[in-house]
């Protein structure tokens, strides 16, 4: 079974400055990592993905991740916030290799992000 | 081109009614999977659908069932309504892992918000 660990349940942080969310996952097999973001009263919207190759995964809204397989880790970046990036941020792993990406998702508890002006 | 779309945004049950949430997924999608998320929580897979069949199924009682449609939208049914099943319900679609596809991203729609008093 997969389960991911996300450190923090919030994360405050000013305007410009930079910021990381961290996610820890366990799982027995390979496996597929994602962020995904959350507005208030909205759905889930992708943020970036990691599949297989380079470790450094670059996504929208000039977010980054960069997956770790020793650490088991997969933390999100970002080098300068803006208000607009306060939201709900979920780390997602699903099962990897042939087939196993069309599984059900594991997320994580959420990492709320607040941007003090 | 419309994205995900759920029906209906808020409904409000008392316990031991039963419930039932649609779901049409985005155009050109086979695939509907279906998450619950409790406040606070990040999102817990219940099940997916593909075919018209269950094909994968996460750990919910059998009062959680499903329907897909040949139009592949999707329905949601809860039985026998506890208070702990208010939460926001979120249905996601993709396409099929057909053509070798390494992954079929989810796209989530904005989401039921039950509540159960």
């Known amino acids: 079974a997969q389960s991911v660990t996300q450190l923090d349940s919030q994360v405050p942080v000013f305007e410009e400055a930079p910021v990381e969310l961290r996610c820890n996952y366990s799982s027995s097999v390979s496996v597929y990592l994602f962020w995904y973001v959350q507005y208030p009263n909205q759905g889930l919207q992708l943020l970036l993905k990691y599949l297989s190759g380079s470790t450094l995964v670059k996504g929208i809204n000039g977010f980054e991740a960069e997956f770790n397989k020793s650490q088991t880790s997969f933390h999100l970046r970002k080098p300068s916030v803006h208000i607009s990036d306060t939201a709900e941020y979920f780390c997602?792993?699903?099962?990897?290799?042939?087939?196993?990406?069309?599984?059900?998702?594991?997320f994580g508890k959420g990492t709320h992000l607040i941007i003090q002006p | 081109d419309a994205g995900v779309t759920q029906s209906p945004t808020h409904l409000i049950k008392t316990r031991g009614q039963q419930v039932t949430l649609r779901c049409s997924p985005k155009?050109?999608?086979?695939?509907v999977s279906w998450y619950q998320q409790a406040l606070g929580q990040g999102p817990q897979f219940i099940f997916q659908y593909y075919e018209e069949e269950e094909r994968q199924r996460g750990n919910f009682p059998d009062r959680f069932s499903g329907h897909q449609f040949p139009n592949y939208s999707s329905e949601l049914n809860v039985n026998a309504l506890l208070l702990g099943d208010s939460a926001l319900y979120l249905c996601?679609?993709?396409?099929?892992?057909?053509?070798?596809?390494?992954?079929?991203?989810?796209?989530f729609g904005p989401g039921t918000r039950l509540t159960v008093l």
């Open positions: 155009s050109g999608h086979d695939t």
């Open positions: 997602a792993v699903s099962e990897g290799g042939s087939g196993g990406g069309a599984d059900g998702l594991t």
């Open positions: 996601a679609s993709s396409l099929s892992l057909a053509g070798g596809r390494l992954y079929n991203e989810q796209f």
